[in-house]
C-alpha cells in the first residue's frame, strides 16, 4: 500500500513550457486534490475531484488543468509555465469529501522551479 | 470569506514543556477542525480531528479543544520533546467540504 505517490519530486521549467505532474493513490478514495504551498501563503486549493470525470476549481486555478479518468490517478497539467507558478505542489486524496471531516492523505510533494 | 488563522508562525519552548498552538476561524461555522504535522520537505500528516459538539479531544500526548463560542481551536503537546519540531497545520471543512488550512506555527523544542 503506498499511499498518495506524486512524480517528479523536483522539477525545473522554462517559462512557457508544458508539463504534467502526475498523482497516484492506491486507497480507492473517491476524493483527490492538488494544492500548492507557498511561504507566508499555506497550502492552497488549485482543483478537486471527487470522483472519476468530475473536477471542480479550488481556490487557485488559473494556469492549471486537471482530469480524472480513473479513480486511481489524478494529474495536474501546467500548460505554459510561469515564474509566478514556481513553488511546492502536494496531491492529496480522502475516502470521501464532506461534513464527515474524512482524514485527508498527502504525497511527498513536488517542488517546481519555473525560470 | 472564510478564513482561519493560527496566531503565531514560530513558537519556541524548552523540552519538557506544554506547547500551546491556536488556531482561529471567522465567518465561519466549521462542523470539525483537522489538525496536521509538517515536517521540512515532507507532506502534511493527520494528527487529530475533533468535531463542534466535541470540546476535546486526546490522543497521547496531545489535546485538541474545540470552542465553537470563542471560534477557537487549541492544540497542546505535553512533555515536548526536540521530535516534536515541526509545523503545525490546523484545517476546516469549507462549505464545499474540500479542506481550508491555517499558514501553520513552526514549533521548535529545544533540549
Known amino acids: 500500500n503506498a499511499g498518495v505517490t506524486q512524480t517528479p519530486k523536483f522539477q525545473v521549467l522554462k517559462t512557457g513550457q508544458s508539463m504534467t505532474l502526475q498523482c497516484a493513490q492506491d486507497m480507492n478514495h473517491e476524493y483527490m486534490s492538488w494544492y500548492r504551498q507557498d511561504p507566508g501563503m499555506g497550502l492552497r486549493l488549485i482543483h478537486y475531484s471527487v470522483g472519476a470525470g468530475i473536477t471542480d476549481q479550488g481556490e487557485v486555478p488559473n494556469g492549471y488543468n486537471v482530469s480524472r479518468s480513473t479513480t486511481e490517478d489524478f494529474p495536474l497539467r501546467l500548460l505554459s509555465a510561469a515564474p509566478s507558478q514556481t513553488s511546492v505542489y502536494f496531491c492529496?486524496?480522502?475516502?470521501?469529501?464532506?461534513?464527515?471531516?474524512?482524514?485527508?492523505?498527502f504525497g511527498e510533494g513536488s517542488w517546481l522551479t519555473v525560470v | 470569506s472564510q478564513k482561519i488563522e493560527q496566531n503565531s508562525e514560530a513558537l519556541n519552548i524548552q523540552e519538557g514543556k506544554t506547547a500551546t498552538l491556536t488556531c482561529n476561524y471567522t465567518?465561519?461555522?466549521?462542523?470539525?477542525l483537522q489538525w496536521y504535522r509538517q515536517d521540512p520537505g515532507r507532506g502534511p500528516v493527520f494528527l487529530l480531528l475533533i468535531r463542534e459538539n466535541e470540546k476535546e479531544k486526546r490522543k497521547e500526548r496531545l489535546k485538541v479543544t474545540f470552542d465553537t463560542t470563542l471560534k477557537q481551536s487549541l492544540f497542546h503537546i505535553t512533555a515536548s520533546q526536540p521530535a516534536d519540531s515541526a509545523t503545525y497545520l490546523c484545517?476546516?471543512?469549507?462549505?464545499?467540504?474540500?479542506?481550508?488550512f491555517g499558514k501553520g506555527t513552526k514549533l521548535s523544542v529545544k533540549p
Open positions: 465567518n465561519y461555522s466549521p462542523a470539525y
Open positions: 484545517a476546516y471543512g469549507g462549505s464545499q467540504g474540500n479542506l481550508i
Open positions: 492529496a486524496s480522502s475516502f470521501r469529501v464532506g461534513d464527515s471531516g474524512n482524514t485527508i492523505y
